[in-house]
């Protein structure tokens, strides 16, 4: 049995990849698979709509809201987003990481950033005090990053701000209760918790949306992609069919709450292990730690090196670091079964014991 | 059977999708799939890089030229061209079908554009002869389709001028051989002639590439995605994975220079039965017929009705003519197999003894 902690693309339900397998050359009955399907074809029409409807009965995302499937990533968001609606004008964000420093940073090729706040001070291990941030008096909106998954924080509570907030959620959407009516706009590339890479999810507000900058390209305008409904033209078809087995899993696995319950319970199991002594650290405030990407240290690169080399022999894959922080780091996305957790769990216990 | 003659996202190899079911949940003994590795892993990497050396030997692509996989389609392109390249400077557009006259469209936000040439008068049922062309002194570029997929036609040879030639491929590339040289950027959507959707593959030259404008977007400049080898951001791995399969199929079935052959003979054999008599006739003008998409018509959009009705009933399924025109399109590319063909005359020759 091999568990991938990648950090994404990570690991899917073995269900899903199974169904998916099953009906890969003949979707349906229809003779051929649903990648070979036109996107204007009944048959994907109908994957479309039922991933978009999986979606908002998922996270309860009422009329007031459009959920599109875009192409390009979060990192199109990062500049999608100033240069639809903050042309010249004044952006509050929020830099917790890696990500959060990009979106800022395509940002001010088109507005005015103040940076309210930023943990880089100290390798973004924390987050900075919601009391804290020095929010504009103007700002067009508030970005932030929900999961860091690089440094292994999260937001657990969200900022009652005037301004529209804005949420790069790539990370841990789906993996949580959440109260959709507080955002403005809330993307995620799909790779981490809602599919495979290539189609990036975007809830957002329609009143807010129609504040949109004129003349834009239309592939770069929002305005584009919910009147044609994420069909303006040939989307990731497969991708987006992916996403909708993927949201009937979850469905068929008591929803958001209790995926959430879950991921409370297999991140609470490896950070016991991680702080039950001192052969394992977590270097992330323990306030902020991610439920998503857990990561730790051991005393040294060589030991860490060590502990990664024999997990894999043990089917315990992508436990790397990211390549700018190093150490370990296990994403547990909702994919990820508890008896996988509880198989590192078991595994770090036996490499301390013999280390 | 089934023959799935849609115009895209289209049918695929078959060894091609059962070699990707068969290791989709296991790649390689990885344990996971494809789908689920991360793209900085040395599995996807060699899948990536595999697809282009691929791509490279099957089109005979020089160093000269970078290979590059992106997302948001060619109407994506549509934007980022003039965007990296003729900000406020003049380029020529050829107008031969919706996608070029969309192309010009977007242009038309950044720079001067001339429309050199249009056969918009007798709905784009011809190309305008290349010598009949009002080309621009000073163009940054001049544009092309080189197959409309809507109308039928086809550039059986392309233009030799001053300006860098660019040339929208997404229907026909691959589908016959190609002087790369002659062009400064060929693009095209995956989702016809290359793979599934949502990858679109450029090919662009590194000279005319070095010319592009400061301060874009990171994810709409050309040098971000050239630097990092299409990996600036996560890229659409499995779309990716898929391409690499098809070039593969395509340099173990003999080449580009096999595919074109039969691509002749396809298309030669449908053209036939539709030139037979005057119970089909093709809109398109002869010298400009595409060998991807033929299209034809019926003595009445009742007749033509039935005709796709009794087709499907056979298993020749996706003939519907795209919405703006109607009447018939049997899209034939690489991966429609000759015996596909023969089964759409064969029923063709049927139908017209019945009605």
Avoid at 20 to 49: C, K, N, W
Avoid at 276 to 302: G, H, I, K, Q, W
Wanted: with cysteine; aromatic share 10%; proline share 4%.
């Amino acid at each position: 049995m091999t568990y991938n902690f990648s950090a994404g693309p990570a690991v899917l339900p073995k269900a899903v990849m199974e169904k998916a397998q099953a009906e890969f050359t003949d979707y349906q009955g229809l003779g051929y698979g649903i990648m070979e399907a036109s996107h204007r074809s009944p048959e994907f029409t109908a994957v479309i709509e039922t991933a978009e409807k999986n979606l908002r009965e998922l996270l309860n995302i009422s009329d007031d809201y459009a959920v599109l499937f875009l192409q390009g990533g979060a990192s199109t968001q990062f500049a999608m987003l100033p240069m639809n609606f903050a042309q010249g004008k004044t952006v509050d964000y929020v830099d917790t990481g890696s990500w959060s420093s990009k979106a800022a940073k395509e940002a001010k090729l088109f507005s005015n950033v103040n940076v309210a706040a930023s943990s880089k001070d100290e390798n973004y291990s924390y987050l900075p005090a919601i009391a804290d941030w020095n929010l504009s008096d103007d700002a067009t909106y508030l970005h932030i990053t929900s999961n860091n998954t690089i440094f292994g924080t999260q937001f657990h509570e969200f900022p009652q701000v005037d301004a529209p907030l804005i949420a790069d959620m790539s990370s841990d959407i789906l993996s949580r209760e959440l109260d959709i009516d507080k955002f403005a706009v809330i993307y995620a590339g799909a790779q981490k918790n809602i599919g495979p890479s290539g189609v990036t999810v975007v809830i957002i507000n329609k009143d807010f949306a129609a504040k949109e900058q004129e003349n834009l390209p239309a592939m770069l305008s929002y305005g584009t992609h919910i009147d044609k409904d994420s069909l303006y033209n040939t989307p990731p078809t497969f991708g987006i069919y992916m996403i909708g087995l993927v949201a009937e899993w979850l469905l068929a696995n008591g929803g958001i709450k209790a995926m959430q319950e879950i991921n409370e319970r297999k991140a609470g199991n490896l950070y016991a292990e991680i702080d039950a002594d001192d052969f394992y650290s977590c270097p992330t405030n323990e306030a902020n730690r991610s439920l998503m990407n857990v990561c730790f240290n051991l005393a040294t690169p060589e030991l860490e090196a060590a502990f990664i080399a024999e997990a894999k022999t043990k089917g315990l894959v992508g436990l790397k670091g990211h390549r700018s922080v190093g150490g370990i780091r296990a994403s547990i996305y909702n994919a990820m079964p508890e008896v996988g957790v509880q198989a590192l769990v078991d595994f770090m216990k036996e490499f301390r014991v013999n280390n």
